[in-house]
């Protein structure tokens, strides 16, 4: 009897990596997640949530965070344990390109006769690639499958007599190989226009978890029980094209196929929030600026919020007025801004398709801060057209002038790499030339094949006309070392604290010279030999390397979940599966 019909996997972004000397370095300091991003893709509870409504039972298992949590968790012996029908494997983000298809690999050796269907941008973009590895048999491509997979569910669910084989070719966005080895790639013509066929219930993982017993293997990310963050879903699409991104409007037309963003309506969208309420102390992420559909749209959707007693993370993609401030803070007196103008310099804002002015920027954080808001964080990234080293570190010297300007301790700036990957589909991946980048890998193999490198540095997949990959590596650890000092004298960090991130950097940039001089004189096997001989130095360097990595986190009341809500879900779960079965033996 297999324990669902669907069991979502998340893969590390190396498959091995616990037994791998990899320097990850800052890649993932600014995300919640561990260099390995064991975070999954917030489409994993839609789809799930649609499945179980149309009857089709599904199970998601974290691999990623299973294996960051306890180097005991045998991956290979999970999955050859876990029976199902069909196993779904998302590589949704690049930097899972080795880690999701060694899965694959794992589930085809112990259960050669159940599909593996694989999702998300990245899979969608190489999707014709995709499909050609052997432990691969269809690919959902877009950003909303949740409809097509229910089709391609109830075909491979239905019983072999009743199965048709021409089905295949009407499901859309599916690409898939038939008998011949034929790939065929349908039509992209599942793209809905709103987000509110969606259930963006929480609920559903509490029920999910109660069935299955297994509590660890669903939480999104490793350290999420400490720190409950729920996202909340505004948008799919973007009216915006942030050269780098993978999910901008020019992106979105070619892997996608969306003409216009879809919305979360204003009303379900607050919804969402006191549902994860109902579960969650932690705060609620908004991703999306609210304010993409316009203004009436996100003023009704402060409207539908008021009342709403957490915390409530908005990202900004443009500056905000001192009246819309006035507005987010009476509905969210708890509200807490992210905005990433990414560099101080307009000129290099402006090649980033980002054309709004430093007083910009100061308006809004003062605007926030004068209104009551609980966080200001602001992001700044190395590896951008027209930036130079020099440009990275006035960046720093920026942040001390609005550190001095704004000294309340609630101001927050950060600095990370554009890394590992330049995004396919961005405007950067695809018109290198025009925005000044030499990008480096092209298929989905010569990412897999990258991210076995010793170093995030030898990683990345681009240079620029104004920094080579040493550059950028070593002027994002000179910027992190700069900003941590200045943190430190503003009090926002304590000393000791500010001492040992400063120890981090000064290792991590030890040992990437001493990784450098390996490469340079070693052959391939002396070469894992001395690697494996610095791989505790290299794994205690992979953590908070630029920042500590709990300055992101907000601080919460002392209870993380609503243990009495929690409890009545289990059991109201229970009790409705028992009723069920007792229905249907009747």
């Not at 390995?36 to 039972?57: C, E, H, N, W």
């Not at 001390?400 to 590992?420: N, Q, S």
Request: hydrophobic fraction near 40%.
């Amino acid at each position: 009897m297999s324990s669902a019909d669907l069991i979502f996997l998340h893969a590390p972004t190396v498959y091995d990596f616990r037994k791998r000397p990899t320097l990850w370095g800052p890649t993932s300091d600014l995300v919640p997640s561990e260099p390995v991003f064991d975070m999954y893709p917030v489409g994993f509870s839609t789809m799930a949530s649609y499945l179980q409504k149309a009857g089709i039972r599904t199970r998601i298992a974290n691999l990623a965070a299973a294996m960051v949590r306890s180097e005991r968790f045998d991956a290979e012996r999970f999955i050859a344990r876990r029976g199902a029908q069909v196993f779904g494997i998302d590589l949704h983000w690049l930097p899972h390109a080795h880690g999701a298809l060694a899965v694959a690999e794992l589930v085809k050796r112990h259960h050669p006769e159940a599909p593996v269907l694989f999702g998300g941008f990245s899979s969608s973009y190489f999707h014709d690639e995709l499909i050609r590895y052997p432990q691969v048999d269809y690919v959902l491509r877009g950003d909303s499958t949740e409809e097509p997979l229910r089709r391609l569910m109830e075909h491979l669910l239905a019983p072999p007599s009743a199965a048709d084989p021409a089905v295949l070719s009407q499901i859309p966005n599916l690409t898939w190989q038939d008998e011949d080895g034929t790939v065929h790639a349908n039509p992209q013509a599942y793209v809905p226009p709103s987000l509110d066929h969606l259930d963006m219930d929480y609920r559903q993982m509490v029920r999910s978890v109660v069935r299955s017993g297994d509590f660890f293997n669903h939480v999104p990310f490793d350290h999420w029980m400490d720190y409950p963050v729920m996202a909340a879903l505004s948008v799919r699409g973007c009216r915006n094209n942030c050269g780098y991104c993978g999910g901008s409007a020019y992106a979105s037309r070619m892997i996608s196929e969306r003409g216009a963003p879809a919305y979360r309506s204003p009303e379900k969208l607050a919804e969402d929030l006191f549902r994860m309420y109902e579960i969650s102390r932690g705060p609620a992420f908004i991703l999306g600026d609210i304010r993409q559909a316009g203004m009436d749209h996100a003023r009704r959707f402060l409207e539908a919020v008021k009342g709403y007693p957490g915390q409530a993370m908005l990202e900004v993609f443009t500056p905000m007025s001192r009246a819309f401030a006035e507005e987010l803070a009476e509905a969210l007196p708890n509200f807490v801004i992210e905005f990433s103008p990414e560099s101080h310099d307009p000129a290099v804002r402006r090649a980033l398709h980002k054309s709004f002015s430093n007083e910009g920027v100061e308006r809004t954080i003062e605007a926030c801060l004068d209104v009551g808001c609980r966080r200001f964080d602001l992001f700044f990234m190395t590896g951008l057209p027209r930036q130079t080293k020099t440009s990275v570190l006035e960046g720093v010297d920026y942040c001390e002038e609005l550190l001095t300007r704004f000294d309340d301790g609630r101001f927050i700036p950060f600095v990370g790499p554009l890394a590992p990957f330049v995004d396919p589909g961005s405007l950067f991946y695809e018109k290198p030339d025009e925005y000044g980048y030499d990008i480096r890998y092209r298929t989905l193999e010569e990412h897999r094949q990258a991210l076995l490198a010793p170093t995030w540095k030898h990683i990345l997949n681009y240079e620029t006309r104004w920094m080579s990959r040493d550059d950028i590596a070593a002027v994002t650890y000179e910027a992190g070392r700069r900003l941590n000092a200045l943190k430190a004298r503003f009090g926002l960090v304590e000393p000791e604290i500010a001492a040992e991130t400063e120890a981090r950097i000064e290792r991590a940039v030890s040992l990437m010279a001493r990784i450098d001089a390996l490469m340079a004189r070693c052959g391939p096997e002396e070469l894992e030999r001395e690697l494996q001989a610095l791989k505790r130095e290299i794994d205690q360097a992979n953590t908070s390397t630029v920042c500590e990595k709990t300055e992101l986190d907000l601080p919460f009341d002392i209870t993380a979940f609503n243990w009495p809500n929690l409890v009545r879900m289990g059991v109201e779960d229970v009790w409705t599966g028992l009723r069920e079965t007792v229905v249907g033996r009747e």
